[in-house]
């Protein structure tokens, strides 16, 4: 044999053919290993696909348990495989409360088809994915919702406030839940014309607000020895408006004649009662040289003491119990006896970006990260309609005329740019909102457009809720 194989070796005789005939294996070889290598990267494509489509199954679901969500990822991975040939399996699987990601590798092997005629056989290989679970990073959001008089007024036979509710209360159940408690902080900022800071709050170093007190005057009395009398005139119904809230009164559609006449001589009198004056959480915005001061908590606010309450709801701060923050909206309320307030947005805006800064007004939230993302801070504000009022240079607020509200709209397009300036998200929503400036303004205010919604029935009001619950507690694969 020995004698033969050298002899085939030293031919000249066929050249071609003997060259060929070794160079076959080879190619073959080649061609073999890419054919095998394909159908590899194609198995692994469809296990990491699988894996992919496991891993946001089990961070979507509303469920912490590890044991249960890895027999979900193993369940969903089956399902998905395009092929049920392959030797592939779920062999790690973790999920980590803290860090609030998922966390997955699947193994398998690749019997090659050519490559098994040069020995190799079942070929291994792993595919990994994680994502995080629920919201995207740490969140902090500020619902800054409109509970003016205008809030009472039906739509389709649903006062408008009530819609407000449920679908603010579902935003909150979709961001904020047992699982990502840890994670997730809400705040509710209620605005009308003044806002209220909350009674807790009266010792704080950012308030400045006076004791309670009384006084007492003295009665006094005169003679009055003439009146008024009117005859004639036609009486009927007049129509007025309260923060865009029509209302109905009796009036004198034809005024009277009236005459001023003698009368019998009585005494009148006035005066002699205690009033007492108190504070019930109301603050007055900071204005310096005309204008509204931006966030400052630096410069206390300062508290209205007052006869009777003209603030409704007080802020809610940055909280991570759900039940704490449904309530707070669930007790919105829209009036207090005769106090029936109108719109004045800016200083619902300046405390949306109190309740967010740290470490003052408030010290629930984190400090801002340039990216936001860590956390990410967002602003929510709703309107159902357009700025009545301005805030004089005292810091109260009075009903504007033509020349104010445009001062009004151009502080709250003022409040929306400081808060981009500290890289906050805006979200804003007009809520059957009918006034063009109002409208154009809600749009400037946010983000982007993808961060504005004109809802102009109840449903549209739901949706925009259920789109940006959506977006903030979205579930992205990290890997």
């Known amino acids: 044999m020995r004698h033969s194989l050298n002899a085939f070796l030293t031919s000249r005789a066929g050249n071609t053919t003997m060259i060929f005939g070794l160079a076959i294996f080879a190619i073959l070889g080649a061609l073999g290993t890419a054919v095998d290598y394909a159908v590899l990267q194609r198995a692994k494509r469809s296990s990491q696909d ?37 030797n592939v399996t779920v062999t790690a699987f973790k999920y980590d409360s803290k860090a609030r ?16 005629l040069f020995g190799f056989k079942n070929l291994p290989y792993s595919v990994t994915s994680n994502s995080i679970k629920a919201a995207d990073g740490a969140l902090e959001v500020a619902l800054v919702l409109d509970n003016t008089w205008s809030m009472s007024a039906t739509l389709n036979g649903t006062p408008k406030i009530d819609v407000l509710k449920t679908a603010a209360q579902n935003l909150v159940a979709t961001i904020l839940t047992k699982d990502n408690k840890d994670y997730v902080k809400v705040a509710v900022v209620p605005y009308a014309d003044y806002v209220n800071i909350g009674l807790s709050n009266r010792n704080a170093s950012w308030v400045s607000v006076g004791a309670d007190y009384s006084t007492t005057s003295t009665k006094t009395c005169k003679t009055v020895t003439t009146g008024t009398q009117c005859t004639g005139g036609t009486k009927g119904t007049c129509t007025g408006n309260q923060d865009g809230v029509p209302y109905t009164y009796s009036c004198w559609k034809v005024p009277q004649t009236c005459k001023t006449v003698n009368v019998t001589p009585y005494q009148s009198c006035s005066g002699g009662g205690t009033t007492n004056y108190k504070w019930y959480g109301c603050v007055r915005n900071q204005i310096a040289s005309s204008k509204l001061v931006m966030p400052d908590p630096a410069t206390p606010y300062a508290g209205i003491l007052q006869t009777s309450q003209t603030c409704l709801n007080p802020v809610l701060a940055l909280s991570n119990d759900a039940t704490t923050v449904t309530n707070s909206i669930k007790n919105l309320v829209v009036n207090i006896g005769s106090y029936k307030p109108e719109t004045y947005i800016p200083a619902g805006m300046i405390w949306g970006v109190n309740a967010l800064s740290p470490p003052l007004p408030f010290a629930e939230g984190k400090a801002y990260d340039n990216a936001n993302k860590e956390p990410r801070k967002t602003i929510v504000l709703m309107t159902d309609g357009a700025n009545t009022l301005y805030a004089n240079t005292s810091g109260g607020i009075a009903v504007a005329n033509s ?3 445009a001062v009004t709209y151009a502080d709250q397009i003022r409040v929306c740019d400081y808060a981009k300036s500290k890289n906050i998200e805006i979200y804003t929503i007009g809520f059957d909102v009918t006034d063009a400036k109002a409208l154009t303004t809600l749009k400037a205010c946010a983000t982007d457009a993808q961060h504005y919604f004109d809802a102009k029935s109840s449903a549209d009001l739901i949706k925009a809720f259920e789109t940006i619950g959506g977006k903030l507690s979205k579930v992205r694969l990290t890997q």
């Open 50 to 86: 699988a894996l992919d489509a496991a891993v946001l199954a089990a961070a979507i679901v509303n469920n912490s348990n590890e044991t249960d969500l890895k027999k979900l990822a193993g369940d969903i991975f089956k399902e998905n495989l395009n092929d049920d040939k392959l």
């Open 101 to 116: 990601t998922v966390n997955a590798t699947a193994r398998g092997t690749y019997d090659p088809i050519i490559m098994q």
């Open 403 to 405: 020349t104010q509200v």
